[in-house]
């Protein structure tokens, strides 16, 4: 059991609330993933009890794209000044990347007990996963939002990594041409700082030899533009 009383997590979550007023929607999260690494179930219920209904909306979309924010972040390079001052200055290694993706998850556990069918909390609570090396957990969130909606590209692209992860190269393929019927390549922009840079890699390796293998096999203009598409996944993925 936490040692923290249940009116440091009314306070935290009641200083965040202002912060947001104030124009500090990163210091917002910050206190939100500590009440959550505190107490998460009197989090939970602080915010049911005590945020009132017109600010609640406010509340979790900041602490959405915060969370987002916070897994998007590079690590420091060990050698740096920076890291080896986060390396002592963490709560409980919070200021790892590692510690980030946990406290996250947290967050985003708060946030899917809010609202269990929002879908930015879902996709938030699968990339923390993911971070943490929680594939299979992150791949049923993931199919579980897509259920909803089967037309997301930024659910869908997801699901391609995994895949590709995991080895299932058949189903990654089968995945990437939806995204690429569905004509938003683009969504892979704005998640590619989530994936880690080894499956950034394997993304690149196996979109190129997509790609090729049209090239040569195939003519007319439909496998141009899917060998086209592919190359696009395979620029993006490389930075």
């Keep these: ?135 299979e957990e992150a791949h049923r969130i993931l199919l579980v939002a897509l259920s909803r909606n089967p037309q997301r590209s930024p659910i869908l692209a997801r699901l391609v990594l995994l895949q590709l992860k995991k080895g299932f190269l058949y189903d990654g393929t089968q995945l990437l041409k939806k995204v690429i019927q569905i004509g938003d390549t683009s969504c892979l922009l704005l998640i590619m700082d989530i994936f880690k840079d080894e499956d950034r890699k394997l993304m690149q390796t196996h979109c190129h030899s997509r790609a090729m293998t049209i090239l040569k096999n195939k003519q007319g203009d439909t496998y141009i533009k899917e060998a086209i598409a592919y190359l696009s996944f395979a620029i993006i993925a490389s930075g």
């Design 1 to 135: 059991d936490s040692p923290h009383p249940n009116s440091c997590v009314k306070a935290l979550c009641g200083r965040g609330l202002l912060r947001i007023l104030g124009g500090s929607p990163y210091l917002t999260a910050l206190d939100y993933i500590t009440a959550c690494r505190l107490k998460l179930d009197e989090t939970i219920l602080t915010v049911k009890s005590y945020v009132p209904w017109n600010q609640r909306g406010l509340l979790v979309k900041v602490l959405q794209e915060e969370g987002q924010k916070i897994l998007q972040k590079k690590p420091s390079p060990k050698g740096s000044s920076a890291f080896r001052q986060k390396k002592g200055a963490g709560l409980n290694g919070f200021l790892t990347k590692e510690g980030d993706a946990f406290g996250v998850h947290q967050l985003a556990s708060l946030l899917t007990e809010l609202d269990p069918s929002d879908e930015a909390s879902q996709i938030l609570c699968a990339d923390a996963l993911y971070q943490l090396d929680r594939v």
